[in-house]
């Protein structure tokens, strides 16, 4: 899988699907700025359909949150050799920034 350019604040959801497995994986990575200036990684993960779990991390600038993001995007790039089917791009939302 091909890591995407990080586009911060708008949401990337990856999906993995083999119904011949019943592999029917989700996950989701928001970043987001909080009112100190810190920027808040969140991520969801589980089976479609269900509530799943998530986690929130906060870093004190954006590399760090956007080298998080990269690392998770990389982890995620190799899980066709562990669950034997790949993640793919479900969705992102292009924010447009020009107000």
Same mark, same amino acid.
């Not at 928001?30 to 969801?44: K, N, Q």
């Not at 089976?47 to 986690?55: A, C, D, E, L, P």
């Given at each position: ?8 604040? !708008? &949401? =990337? ?7 011949? $497995?019943? #592999?029917?994986?989700?996950? !989701? ?5 909080? %009112?100190? @200036?810190?920027? =808040? #990684?969140? *991520? /969801?993960? +589980?089976?479609? @359909?269900? $509530? +799943?779990? /998530?986690?929130?991390? /906060?870093?004190?600038?954006? !590399?760090? !949150? ?5 690392? =998770?995007? $990389?982890?995620?790039? *190799?899980?066709?050799?562990?669950? @034997?089917? &790949?993640?793919? %791009?479900? $969705? *992102? #939302? ?6």
């Amino acid at each position: 899988m091909e890591t995407p350019a990080i586009a911060l604040f !708008a &949401p =990337i959801d990856l999906i993995a699907v083999d119904p011949a $497995r019943n #592999v029917r994986r989700r996950y !989701a990575i928001c970043v987001m700025p909080d %009112l100190f @200036g810190a920027y =808040i #990684v969140e *991520t /969801s993960w +589980g089976r479609i @359909g269900t $509530r +799943g779990q /998530s986690k929130c991390l /906060s870093f004190p600038d954006r !590399a760090g !949150a956007e080298r998080h993001v990269a690392a =998770i995007l $990389r982890r995620r790039g *190799t899980a066709e050799n562990r669950i @034997g089917v &790949p993640y793919r %791009l479900a $969705r *992102t #939302v292009a924010l447009d920034r020009a107000g």
